[in-house]
């Protein structure tokens, strides 16, 4: 069974960045889209950015221009580069791994706050 584990998450200021990554176990993860959720308090949760296995990416268009996603198959990892942060980011963010006709698989979350 696959597993997905984020990390990165934290407090930062407004206008400030950080990097999460999402560890996969497993040998499955390349030939899967991979990518981030987001849910902010008493929000639905949100596509933040998703990147297929060929590696074409696609962007809320929220976060288009400041956050960056990217995958290191031979590290069976996913990466959201976040800068010129804001309040409205602040969010628990999810990784997730897409499988057609089967269970998308979640991590279990990581918290940004984005504060002064």
């Known amino acids: 069974q696959v597993q997905l584990v984020e990390s990165g998450g934290g407090l930062v200021q407004p206008g400030g960045s950080l990097r999460l990554s999402c560890a996969a176990s497993?040998?499955?993860?390349?030939?899967?889209?991979v990518g981030w959720y987001r849910q902010a308090p008493g929000k639905q949760r949100e596509l933040v950015a998703g990147?297929?296995?060929?590696?074409?990416?696609s962007y809320a268009e929220s976060v288009k221009g400041r956050f960056t996603i990217s995958r290191d198959n031979a590290k069976n990892t996913v990466y959201l580069q976040m800068n010129s942060l804001k309040p409205e980011d602040t969010a628990d963010y999810y990784c997730?791994?897409?499988?057609?006709?089967?269970?998308?698989?979640w991590g279990q979350g990581t918290q940004v706050t984005v504060s002064s």
């Open positions: 990147i297929t296995d060929g590696g074409s990416a």
């Open positions: 997730y791994l897409a499988r057609p006709l089967r269970a998308t698989i």
């Open positions: 497993g040998s499955i993860f390349s030939f899967y889209t």
